[in-house]
Each structure stands twice: as C-alpha cells, then as structure tokens.
C-alpha cells in the first residue's frame, strides 16, 4: 500500500521543491513534475512530488485525515466493562 501526502509547492529550485505539508515544509523532488509551479497542490510520496491534484482534492484528503484521527482517538479510549449485576 503506498500513501501520498496532499503539499502545495512554496519555492522551486531546479529539480527541487518546498513544500507545506499542513504547516510542515519539507524539500521534495519535483523531477517527476516538469510542469509543476509555485502554488501548485501535489501528492508528496516517498521525497518526490508524484501528481499534480486541485485545492479541492487536498482540502478533502485533510478532512477525512482528521476524520480517521478521531476514529483513531475513540479506539484508543477504554471501553466499560459491562455491568452483569
């Protein structure tokens, strides 16, 4: 299974990029995106920029990124022994 995370590019240089992973930002390879600009939104795998994707499409990764969290969070918490008065 392979998982690419949603990055908007905020500085080009060469065949490099910075990225902003949610407040993160990190240099990638946009070797893969010749045509990949500042502002442009992109799928981050594995150090490179894999595909270019709309702000829409990223909004609605986050989003259902911080619906797993929660679901995660409610797992986590412990479950009541039942009561077998």
């Given at each position: 299974?392979?998982?690419?995370?949603?990055?908007?590019?905020?500085?080009?240089?060469?065949?490099?990029?910075?990225?902003?992973?949610?407040?993160?930002?990190?240099?990638?390879s946009a070797l893969l995106l010749p045509d990949a600009?500042?502002g442009d939104w992109v799928l981050v795998h594995a150090?490179?920029?894999?595909?270019?994707?709309?702000?829409?499409?990223?909004?609605?990764?986050?989003?259902?990124?911080?619906?797993?969290?929660?679901?995660?969070?409610?797992?986590?918490?412990?479950?009541?022994?039942?009561?077998?008065?």
């Open positions: 299974m392979c998982l690419a995370v949603p990055a908007k590019i905020v500085a080009l240089g060469g065949t490099s990029a910075t990225v902003d992973m949610h407040g993160n930002r990190v240099t990638v600009g500042m150090g490179f920029a894999i595909q270019k994707i709309d702000q829409a499409t990223a909004e609605e990764t986050f989003s259902l990124i911080g619906d797993l969290k929660r679901l995660g969070e409610m797992v986590d918490e412990p479950v009541a022994e039942p009561n077998h008065a």
